[in-house]
């Protein structure tokens, strides 16, 4: 099993940036797929970014590419989401999560350990 703990949420205007980070322990961390998703309140959680376990493959929701960048530093056990261009739709509480697998997966029931959240509120 491993653990997730993000940070980097906050409140920022529309039109700002953010950085998300997610560290990991308790498994080897660069073996496996990474991937950033997000919930607004009452709505399903989504996937918004994800990226392979070498950082040589990524993809992204369609409705944050071009905006958001997925990264991962796997000396440091670290993946990070930078997000600019904020909108108020980019609202929601962000999830990191570890894949089962070492590529990519875009649904949920892929990802096998979550971390607790962090919020990110964008105001117009």
């Known amino acids: 099993q491993v653990q997730l703990v993000e940070s980097g949420g906050a409140l920022v205007q529309a039109g700002g940036s953010l950085r998300l980070s997610c560290a990991a322990s308790?498994?080897?961390?660069?073996?496996?797929?990474m991937g950033w998703f997000r919930q607004a309140p009452g709505k399903e959680r989504e996937f918004v970014a994800g990226?392979?376990?070498?950082?040589?493959?990524?993809y992204y929701a369609d409705s944050v590419k071009g905006r958001f960048t997925i990264s991962r530093d796997n000396a440091r056990n670290t993946v990070y989401l930078e997000m600019n261009s904020l909108k108020p739709e980019d609202t929601a509480a962000y999830y990191c999560?570890?894949?089962?697998?070492?590529?990519?997966?875009?649904?949920?029931?892929?990802?096998?350990?979550w971390g607790q959240g962090t919020q990110v509120t964008v105001s117009s």
């Open positions: 990226i392979n376990w070498s950082g040589g493959s990524t």
């Open positions: 999560a570890v894949a089962a697998t070492s590529g990519v997966v875009f649904d949920m029931r892929g990802y096998d350990s």
């Open positions: 308790g498994r080897t961390f660069s073996r496996y797929a």
